[in-house]
């Protein structure tokens, strides 16, 4: 499975985003997906991981509240929509599918990873 993640950019504080990543096969009921990102100079952290139905979601506790995690099985695609950007939201964001129905934050569990977006938060 290869990954596709699209959509960030150069925003001021307090706007959105919406991150997409797209596979370039169908997820089956035993793909979780995630999004994980990474600042420089800091190791990779898990954002939000939603389970293969889209029911479950989890987020970090830094994001919970300001983004929304969902996905469309029948587009092969997984969105991240970010609200309320802060300044240390900015890193590249990667997407990830795992080779279960349901996962977490541990990168470990996760297959399948794409290239990332950059995301930049500035005034």
């Known amino acids: 499975v290869q990954l596709q993640a699209s959509g960030g950019g150069l925003v001021q504080p307090g706007d959105s985003l919406r991150l997409s990543c797209t596979a370039s096969?169908?997820?089956?009921?035993?793909?979780?997906m995630g999004w994980f990102r990474q600042a420089p100079g800091k190791e990779r952290e898990f954002v939000a991981a939603i389970s293969w139905n889209g029911a479950s979601t989890i987020y970090a506790d830094s994001v919970k509240g300001r983004f929304t995690i969902s996905r469309d099985n029948a587009a092969n695609t997984m969105y991240l929509q970010m609200d309320s950007l802060r300044p240390d939201d900015t890193a590249i964001y990667s997407c990830?599918?795992?080779?279960?129905?349901?996962?977490?934050?541990?990168?470990?569990?996760?297959?399948?990873w794409g290239q990332g977006t950059q995301v930049t938060v500035s005034s």
């Open positions: 096969r169908r997820t089956s009921s035993n793909n979780a």
């Open positions: 990830a599918v795992a080779l279960k129905s349901y996962a977490g934050g541990d990168p470990g569990q996760y297959r399948y």
